[in-house]
């Protein structure tokens, strides 16, 4: 089993920045690839980042540029580094695990609020 626990988020204004932590525990070994998802109200969770256990990164084509995806093997922990923040990335971020079994863990989520 693989447990997933988000931290680091919080109020922010717009134009702030802010950096997501996520910290895998239990069976590390079978964790291929770890990413962060997003869930506005009334909307469908989405694609943020992810980065593989290799350290190749992907992200969703609106944020690049903006967000930064990176891991600290040593601490197990992934991180979501989120810059020049807007009202619209308020959401609940979700951390993800994809197993070698394809299975996917995901965390408790750790809500993002932008504003004034």
């Known amino acids: 089993q693989v447990q997933l626990v988000e931290s680091g988020g919080g109020l922010v204004q717009p134009g702030g920045s802010l950096r997501l932590s996520c910290a895998a525990s239990?069976?590390?070994?079978?964790?291929?690839?770890m990413g962060w998802s997003r869930q506005s109200p009334g909307k469908q969770r989405e694609f943020v980042a992810a980065?593989?256990?290799?350290?190749?990164?992907n992200y969703a084509d609106s944020l690049k540029g903006r967000f930064t995806i990176s891991r600290d093997n040593a601490k197990n922990t992934v991180y979501l580094q989120m810059n020049t923040l807007k009202p619209e990335d308020t959401a609940v971020y979700y951390c993800?695990?994809?197993?070698?079994?394809?299975?996917?863990?995901w965390g408790q989520g750790t809500l993002v609020t932008v504003s004034s």
């Open positions: 980065i593989t256990s290799g350290g190749s990164t």
């Open positions: 239990g069976s590390i070994f079978a964790i291929n690839a």
């Open positions: 993800n695990a994809r197993l070698r079994t394809s299975v996917v863990v």
